[in-house]
């Protein structure tokens, strides 16, 4: 069933300006009909899902894209081929979460310590990783690579 740029954006909750946006990004793709319209095939509305889900955990429209770029375009993916995209992401959101709890573990203490010191800061640039490992300044700084990364680096120098 095709259907319209308006329906999908009513459908996908979504602004017509952002699904011209992800097709030119080359996250969903549409077809012209021979009144020159858009339209699109209903397996895009699964595709719209699982862009605002990622967004939603924190993956950045890249990372998507990379996914969304090894299912087919003009139908909807099977079942398998969902879950290879979502065990693919895994990594990443395990990630991210060991980036948030230690940004958890060290806020309260460092909220109003007062140490203004960004080779000692335990949020900013714990045990001063960064400098060892990388020419940075800060972890945060560092979401491809990661704490985690960082850290396992740093203890191999060590």
């Known amino acids: 069933m095709e259907m319209s740029v308006g329906q999908v954006a009513?459908?996908?909750g979504v602004?017509?300006?952002t699904l011209h946006f992800y097709e030119q990004k080359g996250l969903i793709t549409s077809w012209r009909n021979a009144g020159n319209q858009r339209r699109y095939d209903r397996a895009v509305l699964r595709r719209l899902a699982v862009?605002?889900?990622?967004?939603?955990?924190g993956l950045s429209l890249e990372e998507i894209g990379e996914a969304l770029s090894e299912?087919?375009?003009h139908r909807a993916p099977t079942k398998e081929?969902?879950?290879?995209?979502a065990q693919r992401w895994d990594a990443t959101l395990n990630e991210q979460i060991a980036r948030l709890q230690q940004l958890q573990a060290n806020l309260s203490g460092c909220?109003?310590?007062?140490?203004?010191s960004m080779k000692t800061c335990s949020l900013y640039n714990p045990n001063d990783v960064v400098g060892e490992v990388t020419q940075d300044d800060n972890v945060l700084n560092h979401p491809k690579m990661g704490v985690t990364q960082l850290l396992k680096?740093?203890?191999k120098r060590r």
């Open 111 to 116: 909220i109003g310590c007062g140490c203004l």
């Open 15 to 17: 602004k017509v300006s």
């Open 153 to 155: 680096d740093w203890g």
């Open 51 to 57: 862009i605002k889900a990622a967004q939603h955990v």
């Open 71 to 73: 299912l087919p375009s």
């Open 81 to 85: 081929q969902w879950r290879d995209m």
């Open 10 to 12: 009513k459908r996908a």
